[in-house]
């Protein structure tokens, strides 16, 4: 089968709209292979990893065969979590936009039912849940199956390992009469055959193999550095590459908070999300990092099930993947949908083993990549510091300064030697004291109050309190814990430092970098 667009699989003009209003080109592999299928009402199964596009897979089909004029409910789809069930119901409601009359409700643990059984009761052809909140409906009568014509499990060998297995099979026998049931599963273990065996009728069975999920779009690499030094190498990666949206892995929920705590200090803007963050925990930090409010989430694998940011630049394998799968549900979090991505994997001594299982069972070979050097970050800074003086010059206006340089040209230096030490100078960011004066921070301050600092950006450059903690502590080495408040408002921030500190913070700081910002610094 080789369609090349969404057209060619014979959609309705509506689907197709909606396809093209979220910018959908062409079926992926799972997709333009499953599809035809679900359409001639088949039972599937479904194997494809994250980031597969396999929700669209069975969620296309599954609009176009829904009855809009029928209020009864016609599909039941069973995520493992709630997040990705609240991430299905959205991909849905998306493919159906513009098919009139269709309502796909979720229903999950930790929302009042009584809002769910009021969805219900106006019409709900889909409806999107977790098990247990599911079964619970059934068992009050509040979802019916009298019109049921399809089932959907996604991620059914994770609902297997969590021990949804009884719960999946009482769905399937609350329905009356024989229903079309598809699965979706990054792997098929013996406990999903059996469930096969017993309520599909002659699945069809659609696997993408290895070699497609290893995604030519994603560059996978290996660093080679001691444990004590992977942070740094984070950081130093982040500024080098300039990445915006990094998603970095653990292997313990103990180590996500240990991370984000130094990513903080070292002024980036990050959080995590593990087994121990309740459901309003994790949403609140899942919508910072949707809306860029943070530049990097530390996770576990687990915690990461059903995370669905489209442009996520790089994951960073902080440990080594404790299994060959973990690995691909991890790099598969950037790359999506045909975009470009980058994977960075930490290793050291005894963990090459493993990584080295893992290269052979998802048959690929890593790149070795070196850690960025210090002389690199300089080199990168150098040329930052360039771009602004080019900025400068396009915007002209330097006849007074080009007299005062000629003036300095005295014979001993070139006009070229003097524009180099001003460059050595703001690089090195040793401001003169007389510039601390002028603004605003004299010696003569008390060491016993604090003084407000104004800082020249705000929440239109994205700033956060920690990425002026982490600047502030990491540059001058002062602790954080003497920073007072810090008030950001659109484009300033007023921070609160001890007297004593000012005229340090301001020497180091101003004309230094705030997330990727040359900002100014002076006192209130």
């Known amino acids: 089968m080789n369609h090349s667009t969404f057209a060619e699989l014979n959609l309705s003009d509506a689907v197709l709209r909606s396809l093209s209003d979220m910018g959908f080109e062409e079926p992926t592999p799972i997709q333009e292979q499953c599809i035809p299928y679900i359409m001639n009402n088949r039972d599937l199964v479904g194997q494809a990893q994250t980031g597969t596009g396999k929700t669209a897979a069975f969620g296309i089909p599954l609009v176009e065969k829904v009855d809009t004029n029928n209020k009864q409910t016609q599909a039941i789809i069973q995520c493992p979590t709630r997040e990705l069930a609240i991430q299905v119901t959205g991909e849905l409601m998306k493919i159906g936009q513009h098919t009139g009359g269709l309502n796909v409700v979720p229903v999950y643990g930790g929302q009042p039912i009584k809002r769910q059984i009021k969805s219900i009761k ?49 769905i399937l026998s609350y329905s009356n009469g024989a229903v079309q049931t598809v699965m979706f599963s990054a792997t098929v273990p013996k406990s999903i055959r059996k469930i096969m065996n017993r309520y599909m009728n002659n699945p069809q069975t659609v696997t993408i193999e290895r ?212 460059l050595k100078h703001q690089v090195d960011g040793n401001s003169n004291e007389n510039d601390f004066v002028q603004n605003g921070a004299s010696n003569g301050q008390s060491n016993g109050k604090m003084i407000q600092l104004h800082f020249n950006v705000g929440h239109q450059q994205k700033i956060g309190p920690g990425h002026l903690v982490g600047a502030i502590t990491g540059e001058t080495g002062i602790s954080g814990k003497l920073i007072g408040d810090i008030e950001i408002k659109q484009n300033h921030t007023i921070v609160e430092i001890p007297g004593k500190e000012a005229n340090k913070v301001i020497s180091v700081m101003h004309k230094n970098r705030v997330k990727g910002n040359r900002v100014a610094v002076k006192a209130v």
């Open 211 to 422: 070699e497609s999920i290893a995604a030519p779009n994603i560059d996978q690499y290996v660093v080679e550095v001691r444990d004590s030094v992977r942070t740094e190498a984070i950081c130093r990666f982040m500024d080098l590459n300039e990445y915006e949206l990094a998603l970095v892995f653990c292997n313990t929920k103990r180590q996500t908070e240990k991370l984000t705590r130094k990513l903080k200090t070292r002024g980036y803007a990050s959080d995590f999300i593990n087994g121990d963050l309740n459901q309003n925990q994790r949403d609140r930090v899942m919508d910072k990092f949707r809306n860029g409010h943070i530049d990097m989430l530390v996770a576990t694998d687990v915690a990461a099930r059903g995370i669905d940011v489209d442009d996520i630049d790089v994951v960073f394998n902080y440990d080594v993947p404790q299994d060959p799968e973990y690995y691909v549900h991890r790099i598969g979090r950037t790359g999506r949908y045909g975009r470009s991505g980058t994977a960075i994997t930490f290793t050291a001594g005894r963990k090459n083993k493993q990584l080295r299982y893992i290269e052979r069972n998802n048959k690929i070979k890593l790149e070795k990549l070196s850690m960025p050097t210090n002389d690199e970050i300089a080199e990168f800074r150098m040329e930052g510091h360039l771009n602004d003086v080019i900025e400068t010059l396009e915007k002209g206006g330097l006849r007074p300064y080009i007299e005062q340089i000629e003036a300095a040209a005295d014979g001993r230096f070139t006009p070229v030697e003097i524009a180099a030490a001003f």
């Open 122 to 170: 106006r019409g709900a052809q889909i409806i999107v849940g977790t098990p247990g909140r599911t079964i619970d409906h059934l068992k009050r009568g509040t979802i019916k199956l009298d019109g049921l014509q399809m089932v959907v499990f996604d991620e059914a060998d994770e609902m297997l390992n969590m021990g949804f297995r009884d719960d999946m099979e009482k």
